[in-house]
């Protein structure tokens, strides 16, 4: 094998394609699939130096595999991280950053809007391990500094958040949970990498689920933690190695695949999300519309800051409670109803009887979460076909 050494001059799209890149002897073009769960050695020898570390030698997958391995090279490539590790799917990410990292006895402080199991790891799961959690509402800084007045391990925070698109200031969080002793984990899946850079922003560990765009296009369960060097081999590693949360080396490929399109496709995917904001927002029958590319989001100078794109993610509100959201969404005819998001086709879903059903209504309440808001991932299709099926789904809603 060889490793095909990336310029550094070379920009982003470049680098998508090919960072990290190994061929074998074959000169393949496309990057070969090792669907291999082991690995021989030449020797005894070679076999006792591989697990002493003198040779450098592939030894299990649940260890390490040449195309996950090569996917990691091309994510950190493309975050600017020093190091990488793919995780089985996004949750395997972000329980792994946070289980690997805290002890008994430690403090997790979160921002309250967080994916639904996110934030059951949070509530649920680090409490039974003895470790305290804290959730504050992400946008309210002075909330960030009285949590973080005391001693605190990690930090968890989602910019934007699910579902209702909040931009929190990653570098404000950054500098006050550095302070508080914590290390910074960013959930970056709705800015996805092409858009957002939590780690120049001060933040220590960025997490993905790269079932969302970088796969985007609906086919397999993927995840990845980027962070130091040092953090990932002696924090990380020893956590995922012998926990088993390996990334099956097909989807590592079909990732790997993915990538080559990853910015077109979000740009696409965004430019179409700015027009749909647009219609969303004068149509009848919407209450309102949260979009960060747009100026009357709430954090618009924030999002401009750090963001390079306002995403493929809107929120809207549609009139009439649940009773309207289930008439707009049963009454469309391109866009898909489904919880996932980031795919190529158009997705929309009702937060409030599905991903965020089991907080219940007075924590929905609080993260403004209505009955009647709808998110809506954008996905490839002709925009314009888009808004005719919105105005379809709108003019379905019932009259008051
Ligand atoms: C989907 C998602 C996850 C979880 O990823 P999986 O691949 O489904 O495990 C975590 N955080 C955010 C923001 C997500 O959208």
Same mark, same amino acid.
């Given at each position: 094998?060889?490793?095909?050494?990336?310029?550094?001059?070379?920009?982003?799209a470049?680098?998508?394609?090919?960072?990290g890149?190994?061929?074998? /002897?074959?000169g393949?073009?496309?990057?070969a699939?090792?669907?291999?769960s082991?690995? #021989?050695?030449?020797?005894a020898?070679?076999?006792?130096?591989?697990?002493?570390?003198?040779?450098?030698?592939?030894?299990?997958?649940?260890?390490?595999?040449?195309?996950? +391995?090569?996917?990691?090279?091309?994510?950190?490539?493309?975050?600017?991280?020093?190091? *990488?590790?793919?995780?089985?799917?996004?949750?395997?990410? #972000?329980?792994?950053?946070?289980l690997?990292?805290?002890k +008994?006895?430690?403090?997790?402080?979160?921002?309250?809007?967080?994916?639904?199991s *996110? %934030?059951?790891?949070?509530?649920?799961?680090?409490?039974?391990?003895?470790?305290?959690?804290?959730?504050?509402?992400?946008?309210?800084?002075?909330?960030?500094?009285?949590?973080? !007045?005391?001693?605190?391990?990690?930090?968890?925070?989602?910019?934007?958040?699910?579902?209702?698109?909040?931009?929190?200031?990653?570098?404000?969080?950054?500098?006050?949970? @550095?302070?508080?002793?914590?290390?910074?984990?960013?959930?970056?899946?709705?800015?996805?990498?092409?858009?957002?850079?939590?780690?120049?922003?001060?933040?220590?560990?960025?997490?993905? !689920? *790269? &079932?969302?765009?970088?796969?985007?296009?609906?086919?397999?369960?993927?995840?990845?933690?980027?962070?130091?060097?040092?953090w990932?081999? /002696? &924090?990380?590693?020893?956590? =995922?190695?012998?926990?088993?949360?390996?990334?099956s080396?097909?989807?590592?490929w079909?990732?790997?695949?993915?990538?080559? =399109?990853l &910015?077109?496709?979000?740009?696409?995917?965004?430019?179409?999300?700015?027009t749909?904001?647009?219609?969303?927002?004068?149509?009848?029958?919407?209450?309102?519309v949260?979009?960060?590319?747009?100026?009357? @989001?709430?954090q618009?100078?924030?999002?401009?800051?750090?963001? &390079?794109?306002?995403?493929?993610?809107?929120?809207?509100?549609?009139?009439?409670?649940?009773?309207?959201?289930?008439?707009?969404?049963?009454?469309?005819?391109?866009?898909?109803?489904?919880?996932?998001?980031?795919?190529?086709?158009?997705l929309?879903? %009702?937060?409030? =009887?599905?991903? %965020?059903?089991?907080?219940?209504? /007075?924590?929905?309440?609080?993260?403004?979460?209505?009955?009647?808001?709808?998110r809506? !991932?954008?996905?490839l299709?002709?925009?314009?076909?888009?808004i005719?099926?919105?105005?379809?789904?709108?003019?379905?809603?019932?009259?008051?």
């Amino acid at each position: 094998m060889s490793e095909n050494k990336t310029p550094s001059t070379w920009r982003s799209a470049t680098r998508q394609l090919h960072a990290g890149l190994e061929r074998t /002897e074959f000169g393949e073009t496309s990057e070969a699939v090792f669907l291999t769960s082991g690995f #021989v050695y030449d020797n005894a020898e070679q076999a006792a130096k591989t697990f002493t570390g003198e040779v450098e030698h592939y030894q299990y997958s649940r260890f390490s595999n040449p195309t996950v +391995a090569a996917l990691e090279r091309r994510l950190a490539d493309l975050e600017g991280a020093e190091a *990488c590790v793919a995780t089985a799917t996004g949750m395997g990410a #972000v329980s792994s950053a946070l289980l690997s990292h805290v002890k +008994a006895g430690e403090r997790v402080v979160a921002s309250r809007a967080l994916f639904g199991s *996110c %934030h059951w790891i949070v509530a649920n799961l680090l409490p039974r391990y003895g470790v305290e959690t804290v959730f504050v509402d992400g946008s309210d800084l002075d909330a960030w500094a009285q949590a973080l !007045s005391k001693p605190t391990s990690a930090v968890l925070l989602e910019s934007p958040s699910n579902p209702m698109l909040d931009v929190l200031d990653i570098r404000a969080i950054s500098d006050l949970a @550095h302070k508080a002793g914590a290390i910074v984990v960013v959930d970056n899946v709705f800015a996805s990498p092409v858009y957002q850079k939590p780690l120049e922003l001060g933040a220590d560990v960025v997490v993905y !689920s *790269c &079932t969302k765009h970088i796969d985007g296009q609906g086919r397999v369960l993927g995840g990845a933690v980027l962070g130091t060097k040092d953090w990932i081999t /002696e &924090t990380l590693q020893p956590f =995922t190695r012998n926990t088993g949360n390996a990334l099956s080396p097909f989807n590592a490929w079909v990732m790997l695949k993915g990538l080559e =399109t990853l &910015t077109l496709r979000v740009d696409a995917m965004t430019r179409n999300a700015a027009t749909v904001a647009d219609y969303l927002a004068q149509a009848p029958g919407v209450l309102s519309v949260r979009y960060p590319g747009r100026k009357d @989001h709430p954090q618009y100078a924030l999002a401009q800051k750090q963001m &390079t794109g306002g995403g493929s993610l809107i929120a809207f509100e549609v009139a009439g409670g649940q009773e309207g959201a289930f008439a707009f969404m049963n009454a469309l005819q391109l866009i898909a109803i489904s919880n996932n998001l980031g795919d190529a086709r158009s997705l929309v879903t %009702h937060p409030a =009887t599905t991903t %965020h059903m089991k907080i219940g209504a /007075e924590e929905r309440a609080r993260l403004g979460i209505s009955d009647g808001a709808i998110r809506f !991932s954008v996905g490839l299709e002709d925009s314009t076909d888009l808004i005719d099926d919105l105005a379809r789904g709108l003019a379905a809603l019932p009259r008051s």
